[in-house]
């Protein structure tokens, strides 16, 4: 993997040297450099076997020689077409629009290697980050069996999309063919950003991932991108704050059960069986688990068991997320310790809709007994001490 890395560098390097600067944007494509290199088997070429074929010498290596002479030949046809082009112009104005027809024409087909291509490549791209849960080779088929025809594509996903194996699925699968062909000198490996599985080296430091969508090198022994030749970083908070941070509380994308206004609320219910990729799960294992662990510390455990949960309401006010998160980001500016907790504020039900809808308001509070405040408790007995309406925030 590495030396096939090494050789895009060269083909990208002399391509720089040989090609005009305005063809560089879609000649020098290092995602198509990897798979035409990939696709041809190394040896050192031979300079008198080359003079004799006619064939230029780029390159010491046949694999990039012959990748560069690929890149190179085409760019020049293109080039030369736009000159025929251009002479066709001359003609007389009847003249010259038939000839602009049969240069379009011609230009479809020849281009199909560079700007028809990448126009493709694009389509099958957004369909694969559109559909992360299909198989990318799935789409790649389906895209070419229809032509590329974006209103035919997704018209057989609309109807077939039930009926496709998941792509985690079709990567399990993957895996275990994978490691029927094990050898000693080998092990499993799964790219960080798509997860499909390959079998690499157990002396390779890193692995270039070729599935559809995805591309370039990982490190094998911390999985972050390709950081040659920089050894791997030690574990520390920062470190783990920058890239393994975990948000619970990003935007819930399913349905909501109730909209109301700008309140969207999501009804959750105690389960055995759990699924841990979706949200609304853990955040009712968030909630339980703080209610839970707050009741046993003030000595409520004993009257007050899991039992006693029926259901917990999930609330997102995107108006107050975006001002608490604003709150936030001032603080992490200012210095600010802005670690968060999830604390119980009790209220009159009565009052629950208006805080949903408004958030808290000193002007609508009528109690002060420690000063002018929102007052909140880490033990939910206290705060429902203050009214049978129990909320359970975020706050920094």
């Keep these: 993997m590495e030396d096939i890395l090494d050789d895009v560098q060269h083909v990208v390097t002399k391509l720089e040297t040989i090609l005009p600067t305005n063809v560089h944007s879609s000649a020098l494509d290092r995602d198509e450099i990897f798979l035409l290199l990939a696709n041809i088997e190394e040896e050192v070429s ?38 025929t082009a251009g002479e066709e112009d001359i003609e007389d104005a009847e003249v010259e629009i038939i000839n602009e027809i049969e240069c379009e024409e011609s230009q479809d087909s020849s281009f199909e290697s560079d700007f028809d291509f990448e126009e493709k490549r694009s389509l099958l791209f957004s369909f694969v980050h559109n559909y992360p849960d299909v198989d990318p080779k799935e789409l790649r088929s389906k895209c070419e069996s229809l032509g590329y025809d974006i ?116 009804n959750m219910f105690p389960r055995n069986d759990l699924d841990f990729t979706d949200p609304l799960q853990i955040l009712y294992l968030a909630a339980e688990a703080t209610f839970l662990r707050m009741v046993d510390k ?38 600010i310790p802005n670690n968060e907790r999830l604390v119980f504020h009790g209220t009159k039900e009565v009052n629950i809709d208006n805080i949903l809808r408004e958030n808290f308001r000193l002007d609508k509070c009528h109690r002060f007994a420690h000063g002018k405040g929102v007052y909140f408790s880490e033990f939910p007995d206290i705060s429902l001490g203050y009214g049978a309406g129990l909320l359970l925030c975020r706050a920094g």
Aim: aromatic share 6%.
């Design 46 to 83: 031979d300079p008198d076997d080359a003079h004799n074929k006619g064939v230029t010498e780029y390159h010491h290596g046949n694999r990039v020689n012959n990748v560069i002479g690929q890149i190179v030949e085409r760019c020049q046809r293109v080039r030369v077409e736009d000159d």
């Design 151 to 266: 209103k035919l594509v997704q018209e057989w996903l609309d109807r077939n999309i039930s009926a496709l194996p998941e792509k985690k699925q079709v990567q399990a699968v993957a895996r275990m063919s994978l490691q029927d062909q094990l050898t000693g000198k080998q092990m499993l490996w799964s790219c960080p950003a798509c997860g499909a599985w390959y079998s690499v080296g157990r002396q390779d430091r890193m692995v270039v991932c070729v599935e559809i969508g995805c591309g370039g090198g990982w490190c094998v022994g911390c999985g972050r991108r390709d950081h040659r030749p920089l050894a791997c970083r030690g574990e520390s908070d920062r470190l783990r704050r920058a890239e393994r941070e975990v948000d619970i509380f990003t935007k819930v994308l399913t349905m909501p059960d109730k909209v109301e206004g700008p309140v969207k609320i999501f």
């Design 298 to 335: 003030s000595g409520q455990g004993n009257s007050i068991g899991r039992k006693t949960i029926k259901s917990i309401e999930y609330v997102e006010n995107e108006s107050v997320r975006c001002s608490f998160l604003e709150k936030k980001a001032k603080f992490l500016a200012d210095q």
